[in-house]
């Protein structure tokens, strides 16, 4: 059995080594070969075509390119200045590429009908990305998942006949349509064209009720399209769909979630780090790079979860740290992490296993602050940024005197720099281990740390590469037991800046062949030794960063030792192609550049802040966004300075204080209701899969309406004979609804059963009877599965009404707007669902509210039915900051209410005060008027027959004096009573 596995392999990678010799490209602007993408003809780095390398028992195929990570979307931050902010804040952290996916439904409302204008225009965002410097992987679908309402398809494909992501006539007709509307768009952004766009992946994660045809198909059109790039694909695992053979791609790849999504046990982690990828991809894919299109960088949280400040535990900084470092030990060199910036699920996008916010416990958070995964992954980009060699390397094996202790060793074929990456054989383990591994490179055999008494020491969950016989500046470095973070040259001599945990011992060894190199400068307790040629440093990582110069024939250099913490506040920004400089304590450096004599820095302050710069003596004017630093020399030939912090009062306007404006706002639930404009809800017969048990069909995607709330209202004549009504309900996880008879309310379900006793006493037995039915849905399932899941219906699947003949009753229904053909085409098809403030653009700026009644939020008032708030706040938020702000929701939680947030007509939150987590909703600055007036306007559903409202406040996430750079207003218009009838 074993036996025959092998051979299979076998057999697989000469198959695959064949087929790789037949491989073409289409563009000759983004290649690849089993070692790495090449952009423009370049490699980053050249592999020899034969190598053998001392102590490489295996030869591994890997390669360079892209440090990539997903912003996935523009569709989850609404305010287009503020993606500029989010490229610009990744490419500081050491990304060149991002990946985006496009969504579907964001585009289209209704069939034939596509829009890529204001907050839709996909090509300023692909523009913004090339102008911050990053490449883009363009992910357009027509599946994306992504947590999205129908994983991306549009409301309007629900109530399609035939199966999604399959091969017939009818969906075909239908993706077709959406890639010739937004193809055009990636077209003319690709790379050739001058653009960003270097690949562009086929469906998302097709992994299960594959048809090999529809990826054939997909990639046709596409070609047909004029994509030139290569094509991907991210299979769901390592399952090898599409990598060979019918509908395959040009370049496969998987995606992995080591860690899962259960963010309610933040700190349980699998034994080991994955261990096969660099196997699978020798037999499967071999000519191609080892590419790993969403690697796990956060986790998403569902209605009722722990909240993002556990995901963003579960993958913290040190997960970032162990496995990201795997899969560079797998040789992974297209890495991209889903999410690097996560956003908002605002509106009805989300499907129903999240909440509003999709902050994703990312590097980079919803209100696009960092985080302290953000600064781990910044040492990690830099490192790979700085020392090419480790993008072009072959696996070798390494022992450690430790068993805990799992060492890979990777060597670069051409320069023969070697890496060392330990971790814990038990990746969760919180045990320190110390040892020592055994090197062997081009300088000689090692066993390090050669200092007696001193040990390579690991962390529970830690990782580290250990970089020996590498060649930088003019420095020869036999090896390092501190990780790299950087190296610049500074004029005269070299700067090379390590760190690792504090406390942790480090050993340097150098070549210096004629032997009279001396440590001039050193502030803590360093030793040197000097032998055969090798100066060896040993020092303790201190809390902060230490000098230590070197004095040498060749090239002076200066060492700066960190301890972690200090590590994470150093960036070292490129003023010119591999050119950097050094600066150390700011919260965010973006960009640096030297014109003359003088280096101007650009970034973010979150406090008064120590600076230290290393840059070339011929500066002499730095500035910090504009303003002239004072200088400072040290005695090691840096500079320091300090940048004050924010010093603004920034007070917000206290809500509990403003004055509101109420209204009563479910009409609906009245038997004088009159809705003879609504929609008769009289279909006998569904395309669903999901059929229902009651006829008609009561599912607001049938008439139309697809997403939020729904309402439903069945008319019964001159019957007092209804004993007993029936309901089933399809709303969503986290959904709900309500029922009322006669104005009377029956009940408010979280659950889709519901059984209501009719007290006859409500009943009119000569006259009309209503029974309104309001669902409050949770979006569209996905269909990650691809077996039409995302089908499943939103109303009502069941109404009974024990007493009356089944065909007694008449339904009307009710969605948002205009259903499809929207209203509001600027915040589109997501902003409105059906509730009767949302169809009256009570959610409006400029609504005309002064006849409402004159109340104070919290509303300690008890209220039947559906309850409408309104009120104005204005902000000022000075020239130079980023305050960005949050409306927070504050109750007692055994309250059972629901909640529509609006800002400036955007709809922003869904609130959900009985199950939570999420209480604080972020809106997006641009939305969000920092100076000037907003509108916020609040429907709250309660689920009981009547309840009281909670306290509303805005909050500031942090203060930053920040160089984003101003933030035009969105489009926001107003109440226009021409639209609303
Ligand atoms: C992947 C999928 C993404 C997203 C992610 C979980 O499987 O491709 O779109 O859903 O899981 O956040």
């Not at 029936?726 to 519901?754: K, Q």
């Amino acid at each position: 059995m074993f036996q025959k596995g092998i051979l299979t392999v076998v057999v697989i990678f000469f198959i695959n080594v064949v087929l790789s010799l037949t491989a073409t490209n289409t563009t000759s602007k983004v290649t690849w070969d089993k070692y790495s993408l090449l952009i423009n003809g370049e490699r980053k780095f050249i592999f020899s075509g034969e190598f053998h390398v001392r102590s490489c028992l295996q030869r591994s195929l890997h390669k360079t390119a892209s440090f990539t990570l997903s912003f996935p979307q523009y569709f989850r931050l609404p305010s287009p200045d503020l993606w500029r902010d989010v490229f610009q804040k990744m490419k500081a952290l050491g990304f060149n590429t991002v990946s985006l996916y496009f969504s579907w439904a964001y585009h289209s409302s209704m069939q034939d009908d596509y829009d890529f204008e204001g907050i839709r225009d996909i090509e300023q965002c692909l523009r913004m990305a090339q102008e911050a410097g990053l490449y883009v992987i363009a992910r357009p679908g027509p599946y994306i998942n992504a947590e999205v309402d129908n994983g991306g398809f549009p409301g309007w494909l629900v109530n399609m006949k035939s199966k999604a992501r399959q091969n017939n006539e009818e969906y075909e007709a239908n993706w077709k349509e959406y890639f010739s509307a937004i193809n055009p768009y990636i077209e003319k952004q690709q790379i050739d064209q001058g653009g960003p766009i270097i690949l562009y992946q086929i469906e998302n994660e097709y992994t299960y009720n594959v048809d090999a045809n529809y990826m054939q198909a997909l990639e046709e059109k596409v070609r047909a399209d004029g994509i030139v790039v290569p094509t991907t694909f991210n299979d769901a695992a390592t399952l090898r769909n599409f990598a060979n053979g019918k509908g395959s791609v040009d370049v496969y790849g998987f995606d992995s979630y080591p860690v899962g999504f259960d963010c309610s046990n933040p700190d349980s982690w699998p034994l080991k780090t994955p261990k096969i990828f660099r196997l699978f991809h020798q037999v499967t894919n071999p000519s191609e790079p080892l590419a790993i299109y969403e690697f796990q960088g956060g986790a998403f949280d569902p209605w009722g979860g722990p909240g993002y400040g556990s995901c963003q535990q579960l993958v913290n900084e040190r997960f970032a740290k162990v496995f990201y470092k795997n899969n560079y030990a797998h040789g992974a060199t297209i890495h991209n992490l889903y999410m690097a910036y996560g956003g908002t699920t605002w509106g009805d996008m989300a499907e129903p296993t999240v909440y509003t916010s999709y902050d994703y416990g990312a590097s980079i958070s919803e209100p696009r602050m960092m985080t302290a995964k953000a600064y781990e992954v910044k040492l990690q980009a830099t490192f790979i940024n700085t020392v090419k060699p480790f993008t072009s390397t072959d696996h070798c094996t390494a022992f450690s005197t430790n068993l805990a202790i799992l060492v890979d060793s990777l060597q670069d074929p051409n320069t023969k720099t070697q890496f060392y990456i330990a971790q814990h054989l038990i990746a969760s383990s919180l045990s320190v281990s110390n040892f020592n591994i055994f090197i062997s490179t081009e300088d000689g055999r090692y066993s390090i740390p050669a200092k007696k008494g001193t040990y390579l020491t690991l962390d529970g969950r830690d990782s580290k590469i250990i970089t020996a016989y590498y060649d930088f500046g003019s420095q020869h470095l036999v090896y390092s037991t501190s990780e790299i973070f950087t190296h610049i040259v500074q004029d005269s001599r070299d700067v090379l800046l390590v760190y690792a945990y504090e406390g942790h011992a480090g050993e340097i060894a150098l070549k210096y062949p004629s032997g009279d190199a001396n440590l001039t400068c050193s502030s803590f307790d360093v030793t040197s030794d000097y032998n055969n040629n090798v100066l060896q440093v040993n020092y303790h990582h201190p809390d902060g960063t230490n000098p230590i110069c070197i004095s040498s024939p060749n090239k002076d250099l200066l060492v700066l030792v960190a301890g972690y913490e200090s590590a994470t506040k150093w960036w070292a920004p490129e003023i010119a192609p591999d050119e950097r400089v050094l600066i150390s304590g700011p919260y965010l450096v973006r960009n640096a550049s030297v014109i003359g004599s003088t280096l101007s820095l650009y970034g973010d302050i979150d406090q008064d802040t120590n600076i230290e710069i290393v840059a070339s003596e011929s500066i002499n004017t730095i500035t910090w966004n504009d303003q002239t630093l004072q200088l400072r020399n040290t005695s090691y030939g840096t500079w320091t300075s300090f940048i004050p912090g924010p010093s603004a009062d920034i007070t917000l306007t206290d809500l509990s204080k403003a004055s509101w404006q109420y209204i009563s706002a479910s009409p609906e639930t009245q038997l004088s209701f009159d809705d003879s404009d609504w929609m008769n809800a009289n279909h006998t017969s569904t395309n669903s899969p999901y059929k229902p048990t009651t006829y008609p069909v009561l599912y607001g995607d049938e008439y139309g309406y697809h997403y939020g709330s729904l309402w439903f209202r069945g008319t019964f004549d001159d019957s007092d004979s209804v004993t007993n009504i029936m309901i089933t309900a399809s709303t969503g996880t986290g959904g709900a609804w309500i029922a009322w008879l006669n104005g009377e309310y029956l009940g408010g379900e979280t659950t889709p059963t519901g059984t209501f006793a009719i007290d006859k006493t409500i009943l009119n037995a000569n006259g009309k009877n209503v029974l309104a039915l309001l669902a409050w849905t949770t979006g569209h399932e996905e269909d990650g599965a691809a077996d039409d899941t995302y089908k499943q219906p939103r109303g009502f699947t069941d109404v009974s009404l024990i007493g009356l003949k089944p065909d007694g009753i008449e339904w009307k229904v009710q969605g948002n707007l205009n259903g499809e053909d929207i209203v509001d085409k600027i915040r589109g098809p997501y902003n409105e669902g059906g509730l009767y403030g949302e169809r009256m653009g009570w959610h409006l700026p400029g609504y005309p509210d002064s006849q409402w009644e004159k109340v104070s939020v919290p509303d300690d008032r008890n209220r039947t039915g559906l309850s409408w708030y309104r009120t104005t706040f204005n902000l000022d938020i000075p020239e130079n900051y980023d305050v960005p702000i949050g409306v927070r929701f504050e109750d007692n939680t055994s309250k059972r209410y629901r909640a529509v947030l609006f800002v400036n007509g955007w709809k922003l939150g869904k609130y959900a005060n009985d199950l939570g987590p999420q209480r604080l909703f972020y809106i997006p600055e641009g939305i969000l008027n920092h100076n000037g007036p907003n509108t916020l306007s609040i429907g709250v559903v309660p689920l009981d027959n009547s309840t009281s409202f909670g306290k509303v406040s805005l909050e500031a996430y942090g203060t930053l004096l920040s160089s984003k750079g101003v933030t035009t207003l969105v489009n926001s218009p107003g109440y226009d009573p021409a639209t609303r009838f």
